[in-house]
């Protein structure tokens, strides 16, 4: 599973700029299948992702981005606020778009479809890599550690910076 996650020190504007800005972007194979505003209907990682960043506070999910490539490549990207008021984090993770192929990976193939489907229809890694490219390059980004070694490198701190955009100020 790959899970990104970025904090913008500057903020990304709002959902329809990060929205706007994939489309602008992103190469033909892939497309927007939704943009949604804040919505008590959250996802386990868009869920997770407001729990990190708010501190225990005020924070929010301002939006998620779903951008799929076929049926079984997709990543969903969540927009959040660390204080509810600044818009300052967005995570990526990638997810199955059919309910088809979701229902037969959970009830009816299990672990063979780890194999079956990626063989079918490729991986996500490619285009996490593309929408964590078009994050860098057009937001000033930094890309957070997430990895389990970084998370226990990090243990009672903030996560540690992997990469970042951020350009400094004189």
């Given at each position: 599973m790959?899970?990104?996650?970025?904090?913008?020190?500057?903020?990304?504007g709002s959902l329809e700029n990060v929205k706007q800005v994939?489309?602008?972007k992103l190469p033909k194979e892939y497309h927007?299948?939704?943009?949604?505003?804040?919505?008590?209907?959250?996802?386990?990682?868009?869920?997770?992702q407001e729990k990190m960043t708010q501190g225990f506070g005020s924070g929010k999910t301002?939006?998620?981005?779903?951008?799929?490539?076929?049926?079984?490549?997709?990543?969903?990207?969540?927009?959040?606020s660390s204080d509810g008021t600044k818009l300052d984090y967005i995570s990526v993770v990638d997810y199955v778009p059919s309910a088809l192929i979701q229902?037969?990976?959970d009830k009816v193939l299990g672990?063979?479809?780890n194999l079956i489907f990626p063989a079918i229809f490729g991986t996500s890694a490619k285009l996490v890599e593309t929408v964590d490219s078009i994050i860098m390059e057009n937001f000033e980004a930094n890309q957070l550690?997430?990895?389990?070694?970084?998370?226990?490198k990090n243990i009672g701190k903030q996560l540690g910076v992997k990469k970042s955009?951020?350009?400094?100020?004189?």
């Open positions: 790959n899970y990104q996650m970025y904090q913008l020190p500057k903020g990304y994939l489309e602008d927007i299948e939704s943009a949604t505003a804040g919505s008590d209907n959250k996802g386990f990682f868009a869920k997770m301002i939006g998620e981005i779903k951008i799929k490539k076929n049926a079984y490549v997709g990543v969903q990207i969540s927009l959040t229902f037969t990976m672990y063979v479809t550690d997430t990895s389990t070694l970084g998370a226990l955009s951020v350009k400094e100020e004189v």
